[in-house]
């Protein structure tokens, strides 16, 4: 991924410039503008301020939000339905509303989003929409639609984590992306589910040799 060429927003002090959750200070991050008091738009490193994924009748799969626009669920799913109801019906894939970019596409009964402010490089957004699109339709091997996704919702927010922290870039390229969310599946500990997987196939054994 190419790093882009900018300098972060200056932060008060003691303020945390990554936002939420865990990005390496190593990976690249994007940039977007914010206005400073001279009126010039000053490069900042937030960049994304949602990503939802909606069926299609506008109900929610998958959100993260990346900061206090929409501070309650409710909201949140109000101003999704409002994204749905402009947009599902369109041949666009930019849209603005409430004085935000958004981006989108579709794929049979799924609509991905992302959304910046707007002022945001549109070029940014498509960017992050792509990367989110395409390693999906590598995780589930090219079967991008609502049943498959839900039966892996928990690689799909993997997936959302390792292109966007806190509102920051952090990957762009699929591959990357997918190599990643695989390192941390490979080195997570056993879940729920296959300790449970564990369990079924001892009890199977257990039963066969005592019908031996």
């Not at 002090?13 to 001279?38: C, F, K, Q, S, Y």
């Not at 799924?110 to 999906?136: I, K, P, R």
């Amino acid at each position: 991924m190419q790093r882009a060429e900018a300098r972060p927003r200056q932060h008060p002090e003691g303020a945390a410039p990554g936002g939420g959750g865990g990005g390496g200070g190593d990976r690249p991050a994007a940039v977007a503008g914010a206005m400073d008091p001279t009126g010039l738009l000053e490069p900042s490193l937030y960049t994304v301020k949602a990503i939802f994924i909606l069926d299609n009748d506008g109900q929610r799969l998958l959100a993260k939000y990346y900061d206090d626009t929409f501070p309650s669920t409710k909201e949140q799913k109000t101003f999704e339905k409002s994204v749905f109801n402009k947009t599902h019906k369109t041949d666009s894939e930019i849209a603005f509303l409430e004085g935000l970019t958004i981006v989108y596409k579709s794929s049979i009964d799924v609509f991905f989003y992302v959304v910046g402010s707007s002022q945001e490089n549109e070029l940014m957004l498509v960017a992050v929409l792509t990367c989110l699109f395409d390693s999906l339709n590598h995780m589930l091997r090219k079967n991008v639609e609502k049943r498959s996704l839900l039966d892996n919702l928990d690689g799909a927010f993997l997936v959302v984590d390792e292109i966007v922290d806190g509102g920051v870039i952090l990957e762009s390229d699929p591959q990357q992306v997918i190599q990643k969310v695989n390192f941390r599946v490979d080195d997570s500990p056993l879940s729920e589910q296959s300790v449970a997987q564990v369990l079924q196939s001892a009890k199977e054994q257990i039963k066969w040799s005592l019908l031996k």
